[in-house]
């Protein structure tokens, strides 16, 4: 399983390229590519109008989620807003026994892995420091120090390969990630063991008010070849280019290829998170010209183009967002508020003395409080 | 060779604490096959100690794994292999080689089971060689212990004889937490009867010895110290005092219970470990066993520790070390006897 000498094979890192992958512009114009286009040949009309709605609801999930936090109900929310693509084209070419390990603005993955929308709420609401059970779902509790994730997708995945399965970790992560240690440890593991794990970058061009420039000076997807994982660098705005990409990674995993590193370029048009201020950092007219590569405004006219997106269609998609929009906002005011002494739950896996000497002893506090008249 | 013979017949044993944790972790990779072994030069090379001595020959490259050069990448590499049910052991080389590693064990290996609310169990086993007293260069002899036993969701543990290296190698494999795993590396070629059996008389992981009774002073220790403990209470004995010597073996959770037993007997406390003093295992133990038993203390806890400087270079690490004349220094302190602090201050 350990490589033992230097790959000589450059073939392959030469084939995949670093050609910036794009099957739909910007206008809706469906660019053609005689690589990437076998891969996502099945993705007819029917399927278009299914990620567009996955994006709009993640979108709309998204906003909704701001407003609560700005009422006061959720402790913090990231955005993905500009981001839909990216996580809805990666995610939904995953199969259930894939596994996924992210950082914390992957709500769209959340979706797409079946969480349900109440359980998006919990870490940020504070009741709870996760939303549901990863097994549950394939998806770890979000991961918030940068990169650390990485490496735990590249062990997932080594595990996958040590079973003799096809199933394939997924590891999310932005471009301010790529400067951690971690990430580049968890390259070299996964090179080294050949691991069947993605790499799955999203270059949102900012980490917090750091922009990319100071993470990387070449395009990111370059430094994937050094550790001898082949690297693709795609449209993260164009939902079709991302699942082709992530499709041509999966297929490589999953017959024993190894990793595969994907950039996708996209921008976080939304602050870093609600605690943030972008006005003081971000240029007006940058920020406008990627308003204008939006990546379900593109869907869209592809999907008028083929004269599918109906009046019926789109009443239909809002009604949906309304409904995801309602049950979110449900969800999360329905949480109850945790009790006291399950601070002390679940913090070792067996009997553990001192958590249990110090609960008894909180309790007997708290009961001094209890009863009174 | 009859004594020997008479091992054998009870199915035990003479070995180094080297030998019998490689014993252990063969007996962990024989008895469950989602246990697997990762560091660095574990395989071929067996180890820098050989601790890992031809197990990767027997249990092949995918049980016993040589990890690329990066403490952080085999500590969150583990993490994926548990998440995905596995029971990793992983060797940080030498103590002073794990503060790479540090956030995937202090941020995600000792939190998860609590981020995930109990659904993604960490049993990973992180094996450390450590202390000082061998002659080595710089981050070849550190006690790191403390920073891990202050951090909820981390057992800590550590042995001082094969035996104890053998059976707790064995129940820190089989924990379904985390286990740091501190072996005493100036002890690795001490010999002693080892025998594989483990049984509902084994004494738990997270349970001290008493491995010397004693009426007039307890002293607490663990892992390499734990030898010069005794020979301490060897020496006292010829001036009349008596010392029960305590090997706590675990670090985090501590057995407080075993110590304050002793201390209720003997009224007073001496503990040593080579780790600096501030904020250290010798605090923690001192100011509970205080806050347990105050009115049983005749004398105030006493500390023997490494100082609180960096670890020296080789030639001054006698100065550094605890050894068996500061032992008695601390039991004349704690017994109101003479000695280097009398009349000190003045």
């Known amino acids: 399983m350990l490589r033992t000498t230097a790959s000589e094979e450059h073939l392959e890192t030469e084939l995949l390229g670093l050609d910036f992958v794009q099957l739909l512009t910007p206008d809706g114009t469906r660019v053609m590519n005689p690589r990437f286009d076998p891969v996502v040949a099945d993705i007819g009309a029917e399927e278009l109008k299914a990620l567009y709605e996955d994006m709009v609801i993640v979108r709309r999930i998204d906003t909704e989620a701001t407003a609560l936090q700005r009422q006061g109900q959720l402790g913090l929310w990231p955005p993905l807003l500009g981001q839909e693509a990216a996580q809805i084209g990666s995610a939904r070419t995953l199969r259930s026994d894939d596994f996924v390990f992210t950082s914390y603005r992957e709500n769209g993955v959340a979706y797409c892995r079946g969480a349900s929308l109440t359980e998006l709420m919990p870490v940020w609401r504070g009741t709870a420091s996760s939303g549901w059970n990863p097994y549950d779902i394939g998806m770890a509790t979000p991961a918030v120090i940068i990169g650390a994730q990485t490496l735990h997708a590249t062990g997932y995945a080594l595990g996958c390969a040590i079973d003799g399965v096809d199933s394939v970790a997924v590891a999310y992560f932005g471009d301010g990630a790529t400067s951690q240690g971690d990430v580049n440890e968890a390259m070299v593991f996964a090179a080294s063991f050949n691991a069947p794990v993605i790499f799955f970058c999203q270059n949102n061009q900012w980490a917090i008010s750091e922009p990319v420039g100071l993470q990387a000076q070449r395009p990111i997807a370059e430094r994937a070849p050094g550790f001898g994982i082949p690297s693709m660098r795609v449209d993260g705005n164009d939902v079709l280019a991302v699942m082709a990409a992530t499709r041509v990674a999966l297929e490589r995993a999953r017959s024993g290829g190894g990793p595969t590193f994907i950039e996708a370029v996209t921008y976080r048009m939304g602050p870093h998170t609600t605690s943030d201020d972008p006005s003081r950092y971000v240029d007006p007219d940058v920020q406008a010209g990627w308003a204008a590569k939006d990546p379900i405004a593109r869907v869209e006219a592809l999907l008028d183009s083929l004269g599918v997106f109906t009046d019926e269609f789109r009443a239909s998609i809002q009604a949906k967002s309304d409904a995801a929009a309602k049950e979110l906002r449900a969800g999360c005011l329905g949480l109850p508020d945790p009790e006291p002494l399950t601070v002390f739950d679940n913090v070792f896996a067996t009997r553990n003395s001192w958590v249990e000497r110090q609960k008894s002893q909180y309790a007997a506090y708290l009961a001094t409080f209890g009863g009174a008249e | ?346």
Not at chain 2, 267 to 282: K, M, N, P, S, W
Not at chain 2, 314 to 324: D, M, R, S, T, V
Request: net charge negative.
């Open chain 2, 1 to 346: 060779m009859t004594e020997q013979r008479t091992n054998e017949a009870r199915g035990s044993q003479t070995m180094t604490l080297s030998k019998a944790i490689n014993s252990g972790l063969r007996r962990a990779l024989e008895d469950d096959p989602k246990v697997l072994l990762m560091g660095e030069d574990i395989g071929t090379l067996g180890g820098v100690f050989r601790v890992t001595d031809g197990l990767q020959r027997d249990f092949g490259d995918r049980r016993v794994m040589d990890a690329p050069l990066a403490e952080s990448g085999i500590l969150g590499t583990a993490v994926g292999l548990a998440f995905r049910g596995f029971r990793p052991v992983c060797e940080i080389q030498f103590d002073g080689f794990i503060y790479p590693a540090f956030n995937q064990i202090v941020a995600q290996i000792a939190k998860l089971h609590y981020r995930t609310q109990g659904a993604v169990k960490m049993p990973i086993t992180i094996r450390v060689p450590f202390g000082g007293g061998i002659g080595a260069v710089e981050h070849h002899s550190e006690s790191p212990e403390a920073y891990f036993a202050h951090t909820a969701g981390l057992r800590v543990v550590s042995c001082s004889n094969p035996q104890d290296a053998h059976t707790m190698i064995r129940q820190a494999i089989a924990c379904d937490d985390p286990v740091l795993f501190f072996e005493p590396k100036r002890r690795y070629w001490t010999k002693g009867e080892v025998s594989e059996h483990i049984g509902p008389d084994t004494l738990s992981l997270e349970k001290a010895r008493v491995v010397k009774p004693g009426t007039d002073v307890t002293l607490v220790s663990y892992g390499p110290l734990v030898m010069t403990a005794m020979d301490a209470a060897l020496a006292a004995q010829d001036d009349g005092v008596s010392i029960e010597v305590i090997d706590l073996r675990s670090l985090a959770p501590i057995d407080f219970e075993t110590v304050e037993a002793s201390v209720r007997k003997t009224g007073r406390l001496v503990i040593t470990h080579e780790a600096a003093q501030f904020g250290g295992i010798g605090a923690e133990i001192a100011a509970s066993i205080t806050e347990r038993c105050f009115d049983y203390l005749q004398a105030a806890p006493a500390r023997v520790t490494g100082f609180d400087v960096p670890y020296p270079a080789a030639k001054l690490e006698e100065h550094f070390l605890p050894n068996l004349d500061r032992l008695l220094d601390a039991v004349d302190r704690v017994m109101y006897k003479r000695n280097s602090l009398t009349g000190w201050g003045k």
